[in-house]
């Protein structure tokens, strides 16, 4: 991610963030079918999933994609389109694969949000592994063979984490060339060998930390467990309801096996919806997520890398939230928390009289935010501790 172009804080989050969802409170919904699906009593190796929701043109690019790499079906693999109730021509796009007997089609009978639609997907996988990714994802040449034998080399491997690649291209019509589409991906982190170990060691591979869900081929059970947490509350208000991939993951999993796959196997498409967020998200939920990994144990190191790497997007944001706030993030904040947070870099200080000066501002406005005296936000917060509350 370049900061330049802070819309590509996309690539930290996308795709988990647009509303999280209760547990199901019984068994997923009833929901058509029409295409021909693998046999019920056959339990594939990989599910890999696709949820949509009135993208018609996008899930048709993602599709044609699968189906040039894969004309013939690959052995304990199935492909799910799991579609929240879309509107648009979806249905009639998914139609065309119905003759394959990899492949299955599953449309909610009302929608139920689109993160709703990621749980419901989850129970209607079928495979031993689930990869869910959204329909303006395409998988690169490949991958599904790497995640194979990933699974394969790797017998019962709770988590495979994948690098990836994105683009900017954000209308479907304008991906004619699929190798010239993989060609000029720009990759999230430079590509690197294939790595194992506990999840813990995987965790700093890249900035997303378990947030993104295209990244995450988790085991059955664990692609259950994150995707049916109880996410109720204000969106960005806790981790759980913005990013309960990755509250599932540090919180659960930080000492199972893993796999690192260090080529992108999938590139990402930047479209984002929920920026009115990302003020919040900035200066509370991805600090919280990089002190709580810390203190599951990734080495502080590791950690300070992606701190400093979000560090100009804290400055802009702090000093955007006491300014302009039209939808109310200030009121989770917490500001002494967010300095404490970022002033233990040294880089910190070169900013602290610009944020000191705009907290000073807003604390005489009477900023919802800006309660406490100034010298309490600031003092000594350079010397304490990551994981001050």
């Known amino acids: 991610m370049i900061w330049g172009d802070y819309m590509g804080l996309k690539t930290l989050f996308r795709g988990m963030t647009r509303r999280w969802f209760r547990p199901s409170s019984g068994q997923p919904g009833a929901a058509s079918n029409d295409s021909t699906s693998i046999n019920p009593l056959h339990r594939p190796k990989l599910s890999l999933c696709i949820s949509t929701y009135n993208r018609a043109a996008w899930l048709a690019k993602n599709l044609e994609n699968w189906s040039q790499l894969y004309p013939l079906p690959i052995a304990d693999v199935e492909i799910l389109v799991c579609d929240n109730a879309s509107t648009d021509r979806t249905g009639k796009v998914a139609a065309r694969y119905r003759?394959?007997?990899?492949?299955?089609?599953?449309?909610?009978?009302?929608?139920?949000?689109?993160?709703?639609n990621l749980r419901e997907t989850a129970h209607a996988a079928k495979g031993d592994y689930i990869w869910i990714i959204g329909d303006d994802d395409l998988i690169v040449p490949g991958a599904i063979e790497r995640v194979l034998a990933a699974i394969e080399a790797n017998s019962g491997v709770s988590l495979i984490y994948l690098n990836y690649?994105?683009?900017r291209i954000d209308d479907a019509r304008k991906v004619r060339n699929f190798a010239a589409f993989f060609r000029e991906a720009i990759p999230v982190v430079p590509p690197e060998p294939d790595c194992t170990g506990p999840i813990r060691?995987?965790?700093?591979?890249?900035?997303?930390?378990f947030t993104a869900i295209y990244t995450l081929v988790f085991r059955r059970d664990h692609a259950v467990g994150a995707y049916s947490q109880?996410?109720?509350?204000?969106?960005?208000?806790?981790?759980?309801?913005?990013?309960?991939?990755?509250?599932?993951?540090?919180?659960?999993?930080?000492?199972?096996?893993?796999?690192?796959?260090?080529?992108?196997?999938?590139?990402?498409?930047?479209?984002?919806?929920?920026?009115r967020y990302a003020p919040l998200w900035i200066l509370e939920r991805i600090p919280e997520v990089y002190d709580t990994a810390e203190r599951k144990g990734v080495p502080k190191d590791e950690v300070d890398r992606w701190r400093r790497h979000t560090l100009p997007g804290f400055i802009h944001f702090f000093k955007t939230i006491f300014r302009d706030d039209p939808i109310g993030n200030a009121e989770f904040l917490s500001a002494a928390r967010a300095i404490r947070r970022f002033a233990q870099l040294p880089e910190f200080e070169e900013f602290r009289p610009e944020l000191k000066a705009v907290y000073e501002?807003?604390?005489?406005?009477?900023?919802?935010?800006?309660k406490d005296p100034v010298e309490l936000v600031f003092s000594d917060s350079s010397n304490e501790g990551a994981f001050g509350g």
């Open 361 to 370: 501002e807003a604390h005489r406005a009477g900023h919802v935010a800006a």
């Open 201 to 209: 060691t995987i965790c700093a591979r890249n900035e997303n930390f």
């Open 165 to 167: 690649a994105f683009t």
């Open 99 to 116: 003759h394959r007997p990899d492949f299955s089609y599953r449309c909610n009978p009302k929608n139920v949000g689109m993160l709703g």
């Open 230 to 275: 109880d996410t109720s509350g204000r969106p960005f208000s806790t981790m759980l309801t913005c990013i309960p991939t990755t509250y599932y993951v540090l919180n659960y999993l930080m000492d199972e096996p893993s796999v690192w796959i260090g080529e992108p196997q999938i590139v990402v498409n930047m479209n984002v919806s929920w920026m």
